[in-house]
């Protein structure tokens, strides 16, 4: 088939063909389509015909989004050199080196992070407040746990966003960080208050004691740790997800371990030094509790007003309280075995090995969480039917086995839990943190708790997500706080159960120091 010299053209199994702009194909009076019989070949044969829009009918749409949105349809075409799979294009074409390569730094960064905090847990669990306000100890997974309701859920809504196109533009930016800014501080106070009244409860159930004063010691040292806490954390993890795209790394890769690895160090520290010295002014000072509450919680009706006038934030204003509430509960659980243990000598070495177990499970199921998210927000929008979105629960096969590249991201952050905690582990050791010494048999009770936690989590994050995107949930908002809070409680209760069992058959009585 021939064309005219300055006529473009376009190559297809082996046949020329004619790119044709819109504009072509209307009558001169733009009435009419031109009729498919005038793209008939010689012998009557169809001809595929590339239509190109004008440059008036563009409005904006690149001539190269029809060329690639035309070959992503045809099946027969010769170029092998472009990947047409089923698979979302863009930063998740990763191999399994260039993972694991962008997860190592963040996920040693964030060890470290719980490292530091179960040595401050060490060393302030001897605390007056912690021996005499033991509800304390309840408190702790479930303030440690909002960077899973909080920071972890921003993290990942803002890497998806970035990933998607929608930070690219400084007003874009500016509306996205002011919005999801004021979001987390309305979640933060709100949780923060059911947090401590869901340690008030625990720690009055067992006991049948209750005290006004401690109640109110709780609410206020709660409400403001989770409120400064959100805050400093949530200005972090912008600035690391704006940072790590003009680098050019994944932003789901390195923000949700970055958001853990300063968030228990700074939220235990918080929760520490303000329960601390609002314990000492409760003497003297009864009334400077209830301020602190009624400071907070006064500022709500701001950070609702700035959230409610974002349209990414608004939703989640209204339908993302079940996620971090439903969490927050359960992490209080794993409190409640934290405060049952955590006085118990057969028992030495839970206060430090805690936050390290949790810190570490919650972290890898993080990355994973939101690296399928972002996979799926490249083939649509939640609720819509895609293929890579199936609908039954998955096999454990399929998690970790299968080709696809959330598989392959799984059998690596899986295996960094053996070496990871290798690391910690000696840190602890070498800082004499815990009151404990290393035995080979601790270490493998450890690690098999460790490793059956993230094995858990792991299948479970491959299921969840793909079941609440099939619900029209969006797994950034509702995924995460499941997963950590899981993480906690799963994590705290493994190595309860491995402590007792070391207990049981006398190896930790040689090891318990003073």
């Known amino acids: 088939m021939s064309s005219k010299p300055e006529q473009e053209t376009h190559q297809a199994n082996g046949a020329v063909l004619p790119i044709v702009p819109v504009d072509c194909l209307t009558s001169p009076d733009r009435g009419q389509l ?44 010769d170029d092998t050199s472009t990947d047409r799979g089923p698979e979302p294009a863009s930063p998740l074409k990763e191999t399994s080196f260039s993972i694991g390569l962008q997860v190592l730094f963040p ?5 470290f992070g719980t490292v530091a905090a179960g040595m401050v847990l060490d060393i302030v669990q001897h605390w007056d407040v912690f021996k005499y306000v033991t509800e304390v100890f309840i408190l702790v997974p479930a303030l440690l746990g909002l960077k899973g309701n909080l920071e972890m859920t ?22 996205m960080i002011t919005g999801n800014m004021a979001l987390i501080q309305v979640q933060a106070t709100v949780v923060g208050f059911l947090a401590s009244i869901a340690a008030v409860v625990f ?12 109640a109110v010691l709780l609410c206020a040292s709660s409400v403001a740790t989770a409120f400064i806490a959100s805050l400093v954390l949530g200005m972090i993890m912008i600035g690391v997800i704006i940072g790590s795209r003009k680098m050019g790394i994944n932003p789901d890769n390195v923000a949700t371990p970055i958001a853990a690895s300063l968030g228990d160090l700074i939220t235990l520290a918080l929760l520490s030094g303000i329960s601390w010295g609002l314990y000492k002014e409760l003497e003297s000072k009864a009334y400077v509790n209830p301020l602190v509450c009624a400071f907070f919680i006064a500022l709500l009706p701001i950070w609702i007003v700035i959230a409610k006038k974002n349209a990414a934030t608004r939703e989640v204003l209204y339908s993302g309280w079940e996620p971090v509430i439903i ?6 659980v794993g409190g409640l075995i934290l405060d049952r243990t955590v006085s118990d000598p057969n028992f030495a070495g839970m206060a430090v090995f805690t936050p390290v177990i949790n810190g570490v499970g919650g972290n890898l199921v993080a990355v994973q969480a939101s690296r399928i998210s972002t996979y799926l927000h490249m083939s649509g929008m939640p609720g819509e039917s895609s293929e890579t979105a199936p609908r039954k629960c998955p096999s454990p096969c399929s998690t970790f086995f299968s080709s696809d590249v959330n598989s392959r991201s799984a059998r690596v952050l899986f295996l960094l839990v ?39 989590l792991l299948y479970i994050a491959d299921w969840m997500v793909h079941w609440m995107w099939g619900r029209d949930l969006d797994p950034d908002n509702f995924s995460i706080p499941y997963l950590t809070a899981l993480g906690d409680l799963i994590g705290t209760g493994l190595l309860a159960l491995s402590f007792h069992i070391l207990w049981l058959i006398g190896d930790r009585d040689s090891d318990v120091g003073d």
Do not use: C
């Open 34 to 77: 031109v009729e498919p019989s005038d793209f008939l070949g010689p012998d009557g044969d169809g001809v595929e015909v590339v239509v190109l829009e004008s440059r008036a009918n563009a409005k904006g749409v690149r001539e190269e989004d029809a060329l690639l949105e035309n070959g992503s349809q045809s099946n027969e075409s």
């Open 107 to 111: 996920f040693l960064l964030a060890g």
């Open 154 to 175: 921003l993290a990942s809504r803002l890497s998806t966003a970035a990933n998607i196109g929608q930070m690219d533009t400084p007003k874009e930016l500016w509306k």
């Open 203 to 214: 720690g009055w159930i067992p006991d049948g004691h209750f005290s006004i004063h401690h």
């Open 327 to 332: 969490a927050m509960a359960i992490s209080s």
């Open 418 to 456: 053996v070496p990871g905690h290798l690391v910690f582990l000696y840190t602890i050791s070498s800082m004499q943190g815990g009151h404990t010494t290393l035995t080979l048999i601790f270490i493998v009770f450890y690690m098999t708790a460790a490793l059956l936690q993230v094995l858990i």
